[in-house]
Nanobody
Framework: QVELVESGGDTVQPGGSLRLSCTAS????????MGWYRQAPGKQRELVAE???????SYASSVQDRFTISSDNAENIVYLQMNNLKPEDTGIYFC??????????????WGQGTQVTVSS
């Protein structure tokens, strides 16, 4: 079982920036899909950004042009760069990765979440 650990969550003022990281516990041979989701208090978890191999990267309309998803395959890390943060971006952010390990085992895992609070 591949464990994913998110980090980088913090409390920032509106207009600020954060970079979230999602680190895998094992070496990944290939990432088939990766995504960041968030869950605001009292709301359902929603997709924020997603990259699926062979398809175009997609973002929620509310974060388009402000957030960027990327990965460092050599370091087994998935990032979410968040700029011009707004109070409505507040929530717990989760990463989700689906891929293949060097053992050729398929996996899909969720991280435990990291808190992002945007408040003045």
């Amino acid at each position: 079982q591949v464990e994913l650990v998110e980090s980088g969550g913090d409390t920032v003022q509106p207009g600020g920036s954060l970079r979230l990281s999602c680190t895998a516990s094992e070496r990944i041979y290939n990432i088939n899909a990766m995504g960041w989701y968030r869950q605001a208090p009292g709301k359902q978890r929603e997709l924020v950004a997603e990259v699926v191999t062979g398809r175009r990267t997609s973002y929620a309309s509310s974060v388009q042009d402000r957030f960027t998803i990327s990965s460092d395959n050599a370091e087994n890390i998935v990032y979410l760069q968040m700029n011009n943060l707004k109070p409505e971006d507040t929530g717990i952010y989760f990463c989700n990765v689906e891929g293949i390990l060097h053992t050729m085992e398929l996996f899909r895992s969720w991280g435990q979440g990291t808190q992002v609070t945007v408040s003045s």
